[in-house]
Structures are given as C-alpha cells and as structure tokens.
C-alpha cells in the first residue's frame, strides 16, 4: 500500500500535465477575424497610436479631434465642427401676418445709398483722407503747412497742396471748401484770424493751380469744432488744421 501512494501521486501530476497541453492546444487563439468587440482605447492610447508634431493637435474621444491628424480612417474620428450635427429647418414666415404688415397709409421710405467712409492717415498724424459716397475731405495739421503762428506756406506745403489740387481737377469737383482751425490757446478773436488766413493762403495755392472754373467757401472757424483734446499738446496738434473738401462728381 505504500508503494502506491507514490505512483498515484506521479500519475495525477502527469495527468494534470497532459490536460493543460490538450487544453492548450485546444484553447481559442484570438486572430483578426475575431468578432469580439475590444475595449475602447482611452486618450493616452490615442495619442500613442497616432503619433502628431504639432502640439496643437489634442486627442479626444475614440480618435483624432482635429483634421489633419493622423488616423482619419479610424471609425471615431472626429469631422470638422461645421460638419457636426444637423442643421434645423428655416422657420416658415406668413407673409400675412398682422405683425409684417405696415399700417394703414404708411409707406415705406425710399431707397438710398449709405454714406459709406474710407479713411487713409500718414503714420505721423500729418495728413488724413476721408472718402465716401458724396465728398472727398482732406485734413492737413498747420505745422506741416505753416510755421508757428504765421500764415505764410512753408517750403513743405507746396507739394500737398499740390496732390490735392490733382485730385480735386480728378474728380471733376467745380465747388472747394476750405476751413482752417486753430486750438484754444491765445484769445478766440486772435485764432479767428489766423484760422481764415491760413484757409485763405492755401485757397489761394489752389485757386492758382485749378483755374476760374472752380469756385471755393474760404471760412476760418478758430478753436471752434475741435477734433481732439485741448487739454494736451498732442491733441492741440490735431486741432490746428486746415480742412479742404470738395463733393464727388455724380
């Protein structure tokens, strides 16, 4: 009986072993054909998988967020923000409703073109542009034009009137105003003066380069319609101006 106990504990070992190898050559090898949904990968695998330079580009969900990215293939990525969802349907208007409708002898205004402005400056502030659908202004500060408290063009002025003068005989324009401005230092009366002769002078270069057929409103208005802040230099510069604007040829 004691010799036994040996060989049968030998016998079950063998035994065991030999299940596992039969099990083990029977078991279920996975492969690519196999039909069992694996576990979704999570976003530090994505980014693993689809590998990018660019550290913009940040993975979310099942796939990819971005286009671009590697892995658009994949069943989750993600298409552009304009492709995701569905758009609603309009909303129907009754032409009749009481609401869209106008009161009893009401008409509706008519139709006109808006006032649209463009503005071109120099870097410095010298010299601005306005256009727009009914006029041409220009704006030039009195220190590009004039020495300090005089009236008499400086050596610069001549070539900016001049482009003015090209521009006005240009567009055709057969009525100029010109409107010099002053700050508000020194008393208004003093501003008043020196405002219309400097509006005059530069009337005067145009007059000479455009000829009698354009006609010209000469008017010096001193600190009145300022168009910056008196209160500092910076702003006082702005307002000494001289104003030439003429109206667009229909």
């Known amino acids: 009986?004691?010799?036994?106990?040996?060989?049968?504990?030998?016998?079950?070992?063998?035994s065991s072993v030999t299940a596992a190898l039969v099990l083990g050559l029977h078991a279920p090898r996975a492969g690519a054909d196999d039909p069992t949904p694996h576990p979704t990968p999570s976003v530090p695998d994505i980014a693993t998988r689809y590998p990018t330079d660019?550290?913009?580009?940040?993975?979310?969900?099942?796939a990819p967020s971005l286009p671009g990215e590697k892995g658009p293939g994949d069943p989750g990525f993600s298409e552009p923000p304009d492709n995701i969802g569905e758009a609603e349907a309009p909303v129907e208007v009754d032409p009749k409703a009481e609401g869209l409708?106008?009161?009893d002898g009401a008409k509706l205004a008519e139709p006109r073109v808006l006032d649209i402005k463009f503005v071109t400056e120099d870097l410095g502030g010298e010299e601005r542009r306005e256009d727009s659908t009914v006029k041409t202004k220009f704006t030039l500060q009195a220190e590009v034009l004039f020495p300090?408290?005089?009236?008499?063009?400086?050596?610069?002025?001549?070539d900016r009137i001049?482009?003015?003068a090209e521009e006005i005989e240009k567009q055709g324009s057969a009525e100029v105003n010109v409107f010099g401005f002053t700050d508000d230092l020194g008393s208004y009366e003093h501003g008043k003066k020196l405002s219309k002769k400097?509006?005059?002078a530069v009337q005067t270069e145009l007059a000479a380069r455009l000829g009698p057929d354009v006609?010209?409103?000469?008017?010096?208005?001193?600190?009145?319609?300022?168009v910056a802040d008196n209160r500092t230099e910076d702003g006082r510069k702005k307002n000494r101006r001289v104003e030439v604007s003429f109206p667009k040829k229909d």
């Open 148 to 158: 300090k408290d005089s009236a008499k063009p400086n050596s610069g002025a001549q």
């Open 162 to 164: 001049k482009a003015i």
């Open 1 to 14: 009986m004691g010799a036994r106990g040996p060989r049968l504990t030998g016998a079950l070992a063998c």
């Open 54 to 62: 660019d550290p913009t580009t940040i993975p979310t969900g099942q």
């Open 198 to 200: 400097r509006a005059t």
């Open 101 to 103: 409708r106008l009161a």
């Open 215 to 226: 006609s010209f409103h000469v008017r010096g208005y001193s600190e009145d319609y300022p």
